[in-house]
């Protein structure tokens, strides 16, 4: 088992937190993991992208050029992961949820959590990790900080 | 820590980690990405510590002659770089090779010339082994993956003060960033730093001579000495070699999308070996020659204009005719995809 994830946003919007909560769960169930971050000079607004391999053997090389899922949370990291949006791959994009998050009221802030759930439910269908497990880790991260209620509520949600 | 346990840890941690526990006492440096998390990393673990120090210095030149002089004093001192700021070290490791200084430096290559590209290449390997003015005798290792990262890290230290040429751990922003599971091997006897002068031991070192043939008769007993080292540290991986019709050649982390290649490549029937030199400077010449007797095509495979290949041309022997093709991709990634369409081309 290989399974190449590639997260894409905006920094700030937390794609290197998301990808950590995913990689240290998969770490601590004792799966082989490789996680490499991806940014430019700028140290805020620009594309954000995290590589993330999880699988039962050895990793000899952290990135790849196709990945099996990619998430796509602004229009920069749409143009800039123009390449990886291959048949086969599949997408979750932000473009698609707009008006979702417009009727639940779900703020910018906690979208991220919300496609974290996603990704946790996928990763949970692949048998790789469950969603449970990686609740706990956000719940670890974040339940003690404000705005936990809410981001509890969007994961939810999801 | 004695024991082998499994971390999760990132390719600066692992570093800092090692350097630690190779016993040095100071780091001198200035920050600059993809180095800067060794400067950060060493502060955040020694800072309140009384036996370790370190100190940020105005630029590189500085930090790498502080590091002259605090290891003539016998301290194990180190600096971690990258791009530019190894350009500017230079200065320094040039001086280092002349006076045979145990100097430690962690380069962490970046995409260039000038500022380039901020985390990736492996675009420094000659300024790595060749930097200086003069012939510039250095040992340089390349890691391939955070394991063998923490070992070399220890064997740099290791091995500059057992044979007091300047040692260089040569790696890239792409290895220093990743997060992965590793076991580390603490099982490693440091080699203890011994001052070069200090108020008993009074000694001349030079970096300057009045007569050419002075500096002549350096320099040969510094190649004998460099040879005789060589025949002791120098390493190299040689994987899936047995029978293989081509040789694969990379270093670092390319290696390991080479790996990945040649899974697939063995799935399609094809019989590709990887020879990896683990040790850029000495270069595993033997190993090298007695590979390329044996196949048909050597094919290099770097994120560089040729910097590899041409180390490979340098240590082929004369006599051995065989074709040399590469994947050459200066300052980007190269992933196991697009060595399996080269090879197959």
Redesign the interface.
């Known amino acids: 088992m290989m399974y190449k994830i590639l997260l894409a946003g905006d920094g700030g919007q937390g794609i290197q937190t998301l990808s950590y909560l995913i990689c240290n769960t998969a770490f601590k169930n004792g799966l082989e993991v490789s996680h490499i971050p991806n940014y430019g000079l700028e140290q805020k607004g620009g594309v954000s992208m995290a590589y993330i391999k999880i699988s039962d053997k050895a990793i000899t090389y952290p990135k790849f050029s196709k990945p099996d899922f990619l998430l796509i949370m602004s229009d920069q990291a749409r143009d800039r992961t123009a390449d990886y949006q291959q048949s086969g791959v599949e997408i979750i994009d932000i473009k698609d949820h707009v008006d979702f998050f417009k009727e639940n009221n779900v703020e910018p802030y906690s979208r991220n959590i919300f496609f974290l759930s996603k990704i946790s439910e996928m990763l949970e269908k692949q048998e790789i990790i469950k969603k449970q497990e990686i609740f706990e880790a956000l719940e670890e991260k974040l339940s003690k900080k404000r705005g936990w209620e809410e981001n509890h509520r969007v994961w939810n949600l999801a | 820590m004695s024991e082998k346990q499994r971390q ?1 840890l990132t390719g600066a941690e692992v570093v800092v980690q090692a350097c630690l526990d190779a016993g040095a006492t100071q780091m001198y440096g200035y920050p600059i990405t993809p180095g800067t998390e060794v400067l950060t990393g060493w502060i955040n673990q020694v800072d309140k510590l009384e036996d370790k120090m370190y100190l940020q210095t105005e630029d590189e030149i500085a930090a790498g002659f502080a590091i002259c002089g605090a290891v003539m004093g016998g301290k194990k001192a180190f600096t971690a770089t990258a791009g530019p700021g190894t350009t500017l070290m230079q200065d320094a490791m040039s001086m280092a090779d002349g006076m045979r200084l145990p100097f430690v430096a962690i380069i962490i290559q970046r995409g260039g010339p000038s500022s380039g590209t ?2 990736y290449s492996q675009q420094e390997v000659n300024l790595a082994i060749h930097g200086g003015n003069g012939e510039g005798m250095r040992l340089v290792y390349s890691p ?2 955070l394991e063998e990262m923490y070992e070399l890290t220890r064997l740099t230290f290791n091995n500059a003060w057992k044979y007091r040429f300047p040692s260089v751990l040569l790696s890239d922003g ?1 290895l220093m ?5 590793v076991e580390l091997n603490f099982e490693i006897e440091n080699v203890e730093p011994t001052a070069l002068v200090s108020p008993e031991v009074q000694k001349n070192i030079r970096n300057i001579y009045s007569f050419e043939e002075e500096l002549r008769l350096e320099l040969e007993n510094q190649e004998k000495d460099f040879n005789k080292m060589a025949e002791e540290v120098t390493k190299s991986e040689s994987y899936k070699v047995e029978d293989c019709d081509e040789l694969i050649i990379a270093h670092g ?1 390319v290696a ?2 080479v ?2 290649a040649i899974e697939e490549l063995e799935s399609q029937g094809k019989k590709v070996g990887l020879f990896r030199p683990i040790t850029l400077s000495p270069f595993p010449k033997d190993e090298l020659n007695k590979l390329a007797k044996q196949v048909k095509r050597l094919f290099v495979v770097e994120s560089s204009m040729g910097q590899l290949r041409d180390l490979v041309k340098q240590n082929l022997d004369s006599k051995i005719s065989i074709e040399i093709d590469g994947l050459y991709r200066p300052a980007v ?1 190269i ?4 060595i399996i369409k080269a090879i197959n081309k």
Do not use: D, L, W, Y
């Not at chain 2, 992933?335 to 697009?338: D, K, L, R, T, Y």
């Open positions: 999760f901020v985390i391939s993956n792409f960033k990743t997060r992965q599971p982390i390991g999308a790996k990945e990634g992933e196991s995809e697009e």
